[in-house]
C-alpha cells in the first residue's frame, strides 16, 4: 500500500499556505502609527543621530589633538 501524501488529503492545507495565512491574519492585528507620528519619530531619529556624529566627531578631534600633543611632549 503506498503512502499517503499531502494530494491524497484535499482537506489539508500544505503549511506554506497556511504559514501566509496565519501571518496575514496577525498582519491585520497591528496597530499602524499614524502619518503624523511616523513624521515625527523620523524627525527624532534624525536629530538624535546628528547630535551623536557631532558628539563622537568632537570627542575624536579632542583625542587626536591630546595623542598629538602627548607625542609631541616625549619627543616621538
Not at 496597530?31 to 570627542?59: C, Q, Y
Not at 579632542?62 to 619627543?75: D, E, K, P, V
Amino acid at each position: 500500500m503506498a503512502e499517503k501524501t499531502l494530494l491524497d488529503d484535499p482537506t489539508k492545507e500544505p503549511a506554506v499556505v497556511r504559514f501566509v495565512k496565519d501571518e496575514r491574519a496577525e498582519v491585520q492585528k497591528v496597530e499602524w502609527p499614524s502619518r503624523k507620528d511616523t513624521r515625527n519619530l523620523t524627525i527624532v531619529v534624525l536629530a538624535l543621530t546628528a547630535v551623536m556624529a557631532v558628539a563622537l566627531g568632537s570627542f575624536d578631534l579632542l583625542l587626536t589633538f591630546l595623542y598629538s600633543t602627548f607625542q609631541g611632549l616625549i619627543g616621538g
